[in-house]
């Protein structure tokens, strides 16, 4: 019987962790994006790229990205006190109601997966990683020695294909042009993560009025396919 090089096993690790299969029920959440869809936002799939590409330059880049990074860190060393304030950083920087329950909800249902992977420390950290989501990503990132930057292009990545999934549900959008914009996104990845890793902890933090608006609304929407 092979076995596989252990150098293979943090790649696949990632892959297991950013999966849509993962029961966090990342699948149920839009951002504000079925909204944007109702309002007349987003039409095409070219208004579809405009907006992830969008959230990424300025969400993205500069909060979850680099706040990824430095909670990895903090698990990697065992410092909870540092992990909690980066939790504390990015929760504040949930601008809705609506994202906070989503980082909370799926923050839940990672700890508990953890857990159940029997991960070092993951039953004892529960109370912390189950706060956010980005918080149990980087506890298994750390655990399993995925690369900080790996670990930080598979969160991008996965986010935007399930912003880009919702579209086609909601829009909608054909699988095709689906893969489409993934396919012209992707590049948009690696600059992103560049400057999310140079940024210092005083230039974490950003702002974005379409986004904010579309979640506020996106909570008393009345016919909806995605969680409030």
Not at 88 to 109: F, H, K, P
Not at 176 to 194: C, E, K, N, S
């Amino acid at each position: 019987m092979h076995t596989l090089p252990t150098t293979d096993l943090p790649l696949l690790r990632l892959l297991q962790l950013v999966s849509p299969t993962l029961p966090v029920g990342g699948f149920t959440y839009s951002q504000g994006l079925e909204w944007a869809v109702e309002a007349g936002w987003v039409r095409t799939a070219a208004d579809l790229e405009a907006w992830v590409a969008d959230q990424l330059e300025r969400g993205l880049t500069r909060v979850d990205l680099p706040l990824l990074t430095r909670m990895q860190a903090a698990a990697g060393a065992r410092d909870a006190a540092a992990l909690g304030a980066w939790i504390d950083q990015l929760l504040a920087a949930r601008e809705t109601a609506e994202l906070r329950l989503e980082e909370a909800n799926r923050g839940r249902a990672l700890a508990d997966l953890l857990g159940a992977w029997e991960l070092a420390g993951a039953r004892d950290w529960r109370p912390l990683l189950a706060r956010a989501q980005l918080a149990g990503l980087a506890f298994a990132a750390a655990a399993w020695g995925i690369a900080p930057r790996l670990a930080a292009s598979g969160y991008a990545w996965s986010w935007a294909e399930n912003l880009v999934l919702a579209a086609v549900k909601c829009v909608p959008l054909g699988q095709t042009q689906g893969q489409q914009v993934l396919a012209r996104l992707a590049p948009l990845i690696p600059p992103a993560l560049a400057t999310a890793l140079a940024l210092t902890d005083e230039e974490l933090g950003t702002s974005s009025t379409a986004l904010a608006i579309a979640c506020s609304a996106h909570e008393t929407q009345y016919t909806r396919l995605f969680r409030s």
